[in-house]
């Protein structure tokens, strides 16, 4: 599976973002997507997760702020967040987790990755 992630920039604290993330190849594998973050210095950070079924889960630092949802007709993905901070600032990376099978049984279980997309926030 790849993923195409965009809607990323540059926002004023308070403000709002609609990022997306777009999947392509084996989208019928996918069962859970989420997003990640990775702010200077630090490690990478869950943000937010969805299953297929529309199940949610979220960062503490962003429950009220940040919606996850993903269109499965289409195979994407979005984080939509509001009221946004200057510690919000950090790449964000969206992923894919999914189950296929080989031709000769075997499974095989994956997480995919997008390429990133910089979210600024100034305060």
């Known amino acids: 599976v790849q993923l195409q992630a965009s809607g990323g920039g540059l926002v004023q604290s308070g403000g709002s973002l609609r990022l997306s993330c777009a999947a392509s190849g084996r989208v019928r594998s996918i069962t859970d997507m989420g997003w990640h973050r990775q702010a200077p210095g630090k490690q990478r950070e869950l943000v937010a997760t969805?299953?297929?079924?529309?199940?949610?889960n979220y960062a503490n630092s962003v429950k009220g702020r940040f919606t996850i949802s993903r269109d499965n007709a289409k195979n994407t993905e979005y984080l939509q967040m509001n009221n946004l901070e200057p510690e919000d600032t950090a790449v964000y990376y969206c992923?894919?987790?999914?189950?296929?099978?080989?031709?000769?049984?075997?499974?095989?279980?994956?997480?995919?990755w997008g390429q990133g997309t910089l979210v600024t926030v100034s305060s």
């Open positions: 969805i299953t297929r079924n529309g199940d949610t």
């Open positions: 992923n894919a987790d999914g189950l296929y099978y080989n031709d000769d049984g075997s499974p095989v279980v994956y997480r995919s």
